[in-house]
């Protein structure tokens, strides 16, 4: 059985032995599903970017376009890439910590690493062969996310796709196979093994057999399972529609204190790389969770 060996995600040490590391959230995309983290204009953009370092992140991931399946919020490339360019090109250049791009596209992710970006965040597990290609070409690091379908990161639910077969089985057996198949592929195109962190997936699961916020609160419970992948586990809860549910919050503007125990409970799991949009609070969360983990026999 693999076990969980370390990750060099842009010169940021992750996993085993290493203190839990925080991603904080930039969005400069109006449509995102928390209006809590978009920040509109360059000034806006550097103040909370900088106001994440000093909080303790240690890298910065730039969301130009809406990846939440329950939204249809398509924009075109066109739009996602002069986003993300802009942001990531102004951070860059002015952060001591590494800009990650969230996005599943070619043309925008090359965009976004020719502008500075170190990272890829993939929310659609590498389906795309030229999308593993330029992470492979130039050298970046990959945060890769199970996806339940393609069509649900590349079309924003235009069509739902079809329960498979392969829902019915537990949500930790479907969400590990998935991040199996993504790393085969990342080998495939030459990705280093080092250079990838898995993510389950959290919030993208909204057409299995198991309702939505069952399926997320199963994955979060069993997220040490996943380890056998021999990755180390990037989670992101922050504000999430599950949390929502289990506390009967809609507005996301209230989900912080769900958000919080949710990520201690995935660090005692084992997750190595927490994605936030509240840093300075998650890495009080995250203190006492691996505190915690370390303390157990």
Same mark, same amino acid.
């Given at each position: 059985?693999?076990?969980?060996?370390?990750?060099?995600?842009?010169?940021?040490?992750?996993?085993?032995?290493?203190?839990?590391?925080?991603?904080?959230?930039?969005?400069?995309?109006?449509?995102? !599903?928390?209006?809590?983290?978009?920040?509109?204009?360059?000034?806006?953009?550097?103040?909370?970017?900088?106001?994440?370092?000093?909080?303790?992140?240690?890298?910065?991931?730039?969301?130009?376009?809406?990846?939440?399946?329950?939204?249809?919020?398509?924009?075109?490339?066109?739009?996602?890439?002069?986003?993300?360019?802009?942001?990531?090109?102004?951070?860059?250049?002015?952060?001591?910590?590494?800009?990650?791009?969230?996005?599943?596209?070619?043309?925008?992710?090359?965009?976004?690493?020719?502008?500075?970006?170190?990272?890829?965040?993939?929310?659609?597990?590498? %389906?795309?062969?030229?999308?593993?290609?330029?992470?492979?070409?130039?050298?970046?690091?990959?945060?890769?996310?199970?996806?339940?379908?393609?069509?649900?990161?590349?079309?924003?639910?235009?069509?739902?796709?079809?329960?498979?077969?392969?829902?019915?089985?537990?949500?930790?057996?479907?969400? %590990?196979?998935?991040?199996?198949?993504?790393?085969?592929?990342?080998?495939?195109?030459?990705?280093?093994?080092?250079?990838?962190?898995?993510?389950?997936?959290?919030? !993208? !699961?909204?057409?299995?057999?198991?309702?939505?916020?069952?399926?997320?609160?199963?994955?979060?419970?069993?997220?040490?399972?996943?380890?056998?992948?021999?990755?180390?586990?990037?989670?992101?809860?922050?504000?999430?529609? !599950?949390?929502?549910?289990?506390?009967?919050?809609?507005?996301?503007?209230?989900?912080?204190?769900?958000?919080?125990?949710?990520?201690?409970?995935?660090?005692?799991?084992?997750?190595?790389?927490?994605?936030?949009?509240?840093?300075?609070?998650?890495?009080?969360?995250?203190?006492?969770?691996?505190?915690?983990?370390?303390?157990?026999?």
């Amino acid at each position: 059985m693999a076990r969980d060996s370390t990750a060099d995600v842009a010169g940021v040490t992750v996993g085993p032995g290493s203190p839990v590391a925080v991603m904080g959230v930039i969005n400069v995309s109006p449509e995102s !599903f928390h209006a809590g983290s978009v920040y509109r204009g360059d000034e806006a953009v550097l103040r909370a970017a900088l106001s994440m370092v000093e909080a303790g992140a240690s890298l910065v991931d730039i969301g130009a376009r809406s990846t939440a399946p329950y939204l249809a919020n398509a924009i075109d490339e066109g739009e996602e890439t002069a986003r993300l360019v802009h942001a990531v090109g102004l951070l860059a250049a002015k952060l001591p910590v590494p800009v990650s791009a969230d996005t599943p596209r070619p043309g925008p992710a090359r965009a976004a690493l020719e502008a500075g970006a170190r990272v890829i965040n993939d929310v659609s597990c590498l %389906r795309d062969p030229a999308l593993a290609r330029l992470v492979a070409t130039h050298g970046a690091s990959l945060v890769l996310m199970a996806a339940p379908a393609a069509e649900t990161v590349t079309s924003r639910m235009a069509a739902r796709p079809r329960r498979s077969a392969a829902s019915r089985r537990s949500p930790v057996a479907v969400v %590990r196979s998935l991040l199996a198949a993504g790393l085969r592929r990342a080998r495939a195109a030459g990705i280093p093994t080092r250079r990838i962190v898995v993510d389950p997936g959290i919030g !993208f !699961f909204r057409d299995e057999a198991v309702a939505w916020p069952e399926w997320d609160l199963r994955v979060l419970a069993g997220l040490s399972a996943l380890r056998t992948l021999g990755r180390p586990l990037a989670v992101g809860v922050s504000r999430k529609s !599950f949390l929502g549910a289990v506390l009967d919050r809609a507005d996301t503007a209230d989900r912080l204190a769900g958000s919080l125990a949710a990520t201690a409970i995935a660090v005692v799991q084992g997750a190595a790389l927490i994605r936030t949009h509240d840093v300075a609070e998650t890495r009080d969360a995250v203190a006492v969770a691996q505190r915690l983990r370390q303390a157990r026999p």
